[in-house]
Each structure stands twice: as structure tokens, then as C-alpha cells.
């Protein structure tokens, strides 16, 4: 096999890279409620530093970036980010993940940079919901415009993401779902993943499986290709509709098999699965000037550990660093 590949034959062609811990928003199932303590400026990688991690990683095969935080869309200058990485001849997709407060403002400039597409996390269409999930946001019409203006700038497809949680937001279910049916909405439904440190998040989990027996009071659900980008979510459509509906089941199945992915946090830490705690530290050697073979053998070297999958379904849950510090 050519490329990059781990100990268990899977390709890893995928870097999730989050550019920064801050967030705009304190989403229940991300945050804790006391807030994280934020890494000082200086500890996190600079432009140029994650553009060098990307080249080498490019230069093994990796042909996928995502950009995701934190909100990256907080951290000042992403276009040029991004310019740069749309430099690096091997990569030939470059995506974001967003919560969309800011994507408005932005996503004529992203696109222009060399973004390709963009997906946004969106658990609620209730402005009083959003602001209990967010903790803070009263910017959901900020959202809802930000996607549109997302699709006109030519980012496509636009992705929602929506964490579904019982008694939260599980009674908007099918309003998600029939959008899809009259709009080209792409919604993901996505099983809540216990609360990193914490675990509390069992008692609001809905597995996939529920999920779909609930859409499908509004007719049967076809089976579909992905279209592009090839993750862990499996697509359905119904019938004539001009959107689809996709599931992600981190827990209830596991989609570790056909994990192609990579991260590389804030702080320049390589994670080859987002739910193990097994780290390569890059800054420190980055600094230090390694070159850009010494680069590919840490990469390599992550690459060689990854875990054949994650253990939540299990009970295991990461101790450190919540999704918002991680890159979920
Ligand atoms: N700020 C951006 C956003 O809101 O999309 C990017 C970072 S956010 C950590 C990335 C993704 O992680 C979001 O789609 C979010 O829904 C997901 N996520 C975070 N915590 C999660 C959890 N406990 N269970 C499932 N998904 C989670």
C-alpha cells in the first residue's frame, strides 16, 4: 500500500488540525460549566508552524485538511491559513468546522482562500435553546445566516451537525429532518459522546438507531453515497427530498474501523484518535528546528500507535482535555 497506513492497514490520509482552544460559545456537551483554562498565546503553534506539520503529513499521503477549535473562526487571519495550506500541491481539500456565529463575515474570503467546504454545528432552531446549549449565544440568526451566506459563496456542501441529547433537543428532530426533505439541507445527527473527565452525559444519550425509527414517521429513508468527504456519517434521503440526513454513531458502532484520521491540537500535539489520550508533542521539536524528515518520523511514530478504536462504549472515558481543547 502506498501512503500513509497504521498498524491496522487503515489508510490515514485525513488531518483534523484545531487552530485554537477559544470559543465563542460553551456548549453544554463540550464545555465544562466552569469554562477551561486557555493556553497563553505563545503555546500555540503559529501559522507557519502548522503549515510546516502539514506539508510533512502531506508529504506521507495525508491529502485532507479540516480546520476545526475551538471556533476557529476566532483566531485572526484564518484566510491566509488557509492560502497557505491551498499551496501544498498533495492537499486537495481543505474543509472547516464552524459554529457559524462568525461564517457570515467570512465565508467570501474563505472561499476565495481555497476553502472547499464547510460544516456547521447547529443542535437547535430555537433561539431559547441555543441559548441554553451555547451557554451564552443569543446569535442564532447569526447562524441560520451564516450558512446561507456559506452556499451563495459557493462552500459546498454546507454540513449541519446537530448532537442530538434526550430532553434537549431530541423533540426537534423531525424539524431538522424536514428541511432536508424541502430544502438541500445535509444534516448529520450525531450520538452524544460522554463528557470528557466527567461522563455525565449518559443519561441524555440517543443512539442512532432511535434516531432513524423516529425520522422515519415521515416516510422510509433511502440509502445514499456520501457525496464528498467520506467520514464516519452514513447518508439517507427521503424520497424527492433535495437534502439528506446522515447518522454518526461513535458509540452505538463502531466507526474506529474505518478511521483515516489525524489531530493535531492548538498546542501542536499529534493524536491519532481524538478519544485516546496517547500524544506526540511537535511544537517542542518544531522550535527546535527539526527538519522536515524528523517531522515525518514523529508523524510516522503517532501513525504506528494508533488504537485499533475507542473504548467509550465500554465506559472508558478521556480523562483530559475536553472536545473544545482536542478539536472535536
Ligand atoms: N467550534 C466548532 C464547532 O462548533 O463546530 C468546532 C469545534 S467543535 C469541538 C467540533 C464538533 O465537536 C462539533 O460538531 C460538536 O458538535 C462536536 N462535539 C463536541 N462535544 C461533543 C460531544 N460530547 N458529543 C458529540 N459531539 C461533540
Given amino acids: 500500500m502506498t501512503g500513509l497506513s497504521d498498524s491496522f492497514q487503515r489508510p490515514i490520509n485525513y488531518l483534523r488540525i484545531s ?4 470559543c465563542n460559545l460553551r456548549c ?23 503549515y510546516t506539520v502539514a506539508q510533512a503529513a502531506a508529504e506521507l499521503g495525508v491529502n485532507k485538511v479540516r480546520l476545526t477549535g475551538g471556533e476557529p473562526l476566532v483566531r485572526a487571519g484564518l484566510p491566509q491559513l488557509i492560502e497557505m495550506l491551498a499551496q501544498i500541491e498533495a492537499i486537495d481539500d481543505i474543509s472547516l468546522t ?3 456565529t462568525l461564517l457570515g463575515g467570512y465565508a467570501a474570503e474563505l472561499k476565495q482562500a481555497g476553502l472547499r467546504r464547510v460544516n456547521v454545528s447547529l443542535d437547535t432552531l430555537k433561539q431559547d435553546k441555543f441559548k441554553l446549549i451555547t451557554r451564552n449565544g443569543d446569535n442564532l440568526g447569526e447562524v441560520l445566516e451564516g450558512i446561507e451566506v456559506a452556499r451563495s459563496a459557493g462552500l459546498n456542501p454546507v454540513k449541519l451537525n446537530m448532537v442530538v441529547m434526550a ?3 431530541d423533540d426537534e428532530l423531525l424539524d431538522f429532518a424536514t428541511k432536508t426533505i424541502a430544502e438541500e439541507w445535509h444534516v448529520r445527527f450525531i450520538e452524544l459522546m460522554p463528557f470528557v473527565g466527567k461522563g455525565t452525559n449518559a ?10 425509527q423516529r425520522l422515519e414517521q415521515l416516510g422510509g429513508l433511502e440509502s445514499c453515497l456520501p457525496g464528498i468527504g467520506n467520514g ?24 474506529c474501523f474505518h478511521c483515516n484520521r489525524l489531530r493535531l491540537t492548538a498546542d501542536g500535539k499529534l493524536r491519532p484518535c481524538l478519544l485516546s489520550e496517547y500524544e506526540i508533542d511537535l511544537k517542542q521539536p518544531l522550535r527546535s528546528g527539526i527538519s522536515l524528515a524528523g517531522l515525518k518520523q514523529l508523524i510516522e511514530e503517532a501513525v504506528a500507535n494508533k488504537p485499533l478504536r475507542h473504548r467509550m462504549a465500554e465506559g ?11 478539536g472535536g
Avoid: W
Fill in 167 to 169: 430532553g434537549v433537543n
Fill in 203 to 212: 443519561p441524555r444519550f440517543i443512539s442512532a438507531n432511535e434516531m432513524r
Fill in 232 to 255: 464516519p456519517a452514513k447518508y439517507f434521503r427521503f424520497a424527492h427530498a433535495r437534502g439528506t440526513v446522515g447518522f454518526i454513531a461513535p458509540i452505538s458502532e463502531h466507526f
Fill in 98 to 100: 464552524t459554529n457559524g
Fill in 19 to 22: 487552530v485554537t482552544d477559544r
Fill in 28 to 50: 453544554t456537551y463540550c464545555m465544562p460549566s466552569g469554562g477551561v483554562s486557555l493556553l497563553p498565546h505563545g503555546e500555540i503553534l503559529s501559522y507557519e508552524e502548522i
Fill in 316 to 326: 472508558y472515558v478521556p480523562k483530559e482535555r475536553p472536545f473544545s481543547q482536542v
